[in-house]
């Protein structure tokens, strides 16, 4: 979707940044420093305030990175239930393919290790499961 | 044809309810998907005339409805982890179509608002205070001197904002009733809106819970002719836990960097683009229309001392019996556990944490604390948003200590230094400890201290709660071994 498209969506509505930074991160997997141009005119910000806001939320990112992901839990609910040996064991087998990303907690907390792929959810994981989970992407 | 119950709830899909719904349809059966129960360790947990089986995997479909199935729990009401709840927030779980309007209407839904329709705006932030109710999302503030005081606020614009950022490992209340009953938490905002005079309502919903967010939007439209003339939009966070803390959410709301914001003054009184603002956790909001519909006394004859109602606690981590447990204030963490089976893993339970990140860690020895906000802060600990974290012998406390600091670093927001700086000096101060250095504990108290005192909200000055309780009561985990 184009930017102009998404800025006129939600230009309307009270607060509309945080929205339109959703939209552009979803298309564009990233974004960008034109992006940041754009926005900030559209909305009478300056660029300084729009990177301060993209800068501060792990959601978004400033570049691109094409590899598919995976996001594992490693909150204390999962960390007791096993997800450290995990995590590593997702590192060995993702390799430089697959990003393997971090995320606290998906308050799926009585049945991890637990993982995001997209906005897919996967419980109960063991080394199997994972390298299957990573082998399939 | 047999009526199949399965959850949609997202800890059912990610252990396989939509997989096993389509096994159960493609063998004929008509399958209608409720909200859960709460029974974590039974999902996918499905539902037959009543009876439940669980876990149920594609494999074992055909058994079940060939009724042979070994997976049978019996009458899922009459199975003890729910039979000795007390559920008034939670009353709808495993029981309805969760965006049914036609279910929520039939189990009592909306009478709470019909109520309050024909009551002053005073009258329902009274009822609200005579109720007991207290800020469920940690703070523990009195619901009704919120909404009295914004009710009193001046201003043309007032707002009310749902607090559900739901980030605390181990917590998952929020997550379960938005994607159970969402209608509770929408006729609970639309109350408050008449309370304080408010036609405009927020719920803000952390981006790691996408099925949450689709079913309050989708819940939120459906309801919209309903709650009208007030409005309820729903807005996404974007991955940062400090969001969760009231006044950087509202900044995050604005468009803005989610920092703290300084109180005074209070968002009753500047909250939303500096308007007066009732924001409230998912859990205050839901247990409203119980409130208005029964009575603020049917609610606060439950409960303890200032602790009154319900608190829907969260049995987590490694717990055999995990789920959501709804019952009056004033059950003790040790009961707590005992319902939860104890450890999944078999092994001694060494510790719990109570309230996220930033609680405490318990020892055996203190399982006697009955759950109540003042109780919990008499041994220097927290049941925040009710989450119970439970971690076996194998746990090292030393570790659990260093990760609260890196947590702490990792989710700063930067504007105050006692945690900007206090957490990434915490972490290496306490990774000295480990390497052997005796001297690094004192510090880490002092820092503690400036902590605890000097941040402007909880992330910085509850830190202390997971480190220090680890230290005081695992002594032994800080110790190294003499190297020869």
């Known amino acids: 979707m184009e930017l102009d498209e998404i800025v006129a969506r939600h230009i309307g509505r009270e607060g509309p940044l945080l929205p339109i930074l959703h939209d552009v991160q979803a298309a564009a997997g990233f974004v960008s420093e034109e992006a940041i141009r754009d926005i900030a005119q559209a909305l009478n910000l300056s660029r300084a305030e729009v990177s301060g806001v993209v800068s501060f939320y792990h959601d978004f990112r400033r570049t691109p990175d094409p590899r598919p992901a995976i996001r594992l839990c490693r909150a204390e609910a999962c960390q007791a239930r096993g997800s450290e040996a995990l995590a590593a064991h997702a590192e060995r087998v993702a390799g430089e393919r697959v990003r393997v990303g971090t995320v606290y907690c998906l308050g799926l907390c009585t049945v991890g290790p637990n993982a995001m792929v997209g906005d897919e959810l996967h419980a109960r994981l063991d080394e199997g499961a994972v390298s299957a989970l990573i082998g399939a992407m | ?484």
């Open chain 2, 1 to 484: 044809m047999t009526l199949v119950r399965i959850p949609d709830d997202a800890l059912a899909v990610a252990c396989g309810a939509d997989r096993v719904a389509r096994r159960f349809e493609e063998l004929g059966a008509t399958v209608e998907r409720v909200s859960s129960w709460g029974m974590h360790w039974l999902e996918p947990l499905v539902e037959i005339d009543g009876i439940g089986f669980g876990p149920v995997g594609v494999a074992d479909v055909e058994g079940v409805l060939a009724g042979g199935s070994d997976l049978s729990v019996g009458r899922i009401e009459d199975h003890p982890f729910i039979a000795s709840q007390t559920r008034l927030t939670f009353a709808r779980a495993g029981k309805t179509r969760p965006l049914s309007l036609q279910d929520y209407a039939a189990t009592g839904g909306w009478k709470g608002l019909e109520r309050a329709r024909a009551m002053t705006a005073e009258a329902i932030t009274a009822e609200v205070t005579a109720s007991g109710l207290r800020g469920r999302g940690g703070a523990g503030f009195p619901a009704g001197i919120k909404w009295e005081t914004v009710r009193t606020a001046n201003g043309v614009r007032k707002y009310i904002v749902c607090n559900a950022d739901e980030g605390d490992s181990g917590t998952f209340a929020d997550r379960m009733l938005m994607e159970g009953d969402p209608f509770v938490l929408i006729e609970g905002m639309a109350i408050a809106g008449l309370a304080v005079g408010a036609a405009k309502g927020f719920v803000y919903i952390r981006s790691e819970y996408p099925h949450a967010v689709r079913k309050m939007e989708a819940a939120v439209r459906l309801a919209a002719p309903l709650v009208a003339p007030f409005e309820i939009e729903v807005r996404v966070g974007a991955g940062a836990y400090v969001c969760g803390e009231e006044t950087s959410l509202l900044n995050s709301l604005e468009g803005k960097r989610g920092e703290v914001r300084a109180k005074p003054p209070l968002p009753a009184h500047e909250g939303l683009f500096g308007c007066p603002t009732v924001i409230n956790n998912v859990l205050t909001l839901a247990a409203i229309p119980y409130i208005l519909a029964e009575g603020a006394q049917a609610y606060a004859d439950y409960g303890m001392g200032r602790s009154r109602g319900t608190m829907p606690v969260q049995l987590a981590g490694n717990i055999r019996f995990g789920g959501l447990y709804e019952t009056a204030f004033g059950a003790t963490l040790g009961e707590l556990i005992g319902i939860g089976g104890g450890s999944a893993s078999g092994r001694p339970v060494k510790a719990v944490q109570v309230g996220g990140p930033l609680g405490a860690y318990f020892p055996p020895s203190l399982f006697d604390t009955p759950f109540d906000y003042e109780a919990f802060t008499a041994r220097d600990g927290l049941i925040g948003h009710g989450g119970v974290v439970v971690f076996d012998d194998s746990v090292d406390m030393a570790a659990q200590a260093r990760f609260a600091f890196e947590f702490c670093a990792a989710e700063s927001c930067g504007k105050c230094t006692p945690c900007r700086i206090g957490a990434v000096r915490g972490r290496e101060t306490i990774e000295r400890v480990i390497a052997g250095d005796p001297d690094g504990l004192a510090l880490v108290a002092d820092l503690c201290e400036t902590m605890k005192f000097g941040s402007l909200c909880a992330l910085g000055a509850f830190t202390p709660y997971p480190v220090m309780s680890a230290i005081t009561h695992f002594p032994a985990d800080f110790v190294v071994e003499e190297r020869v």
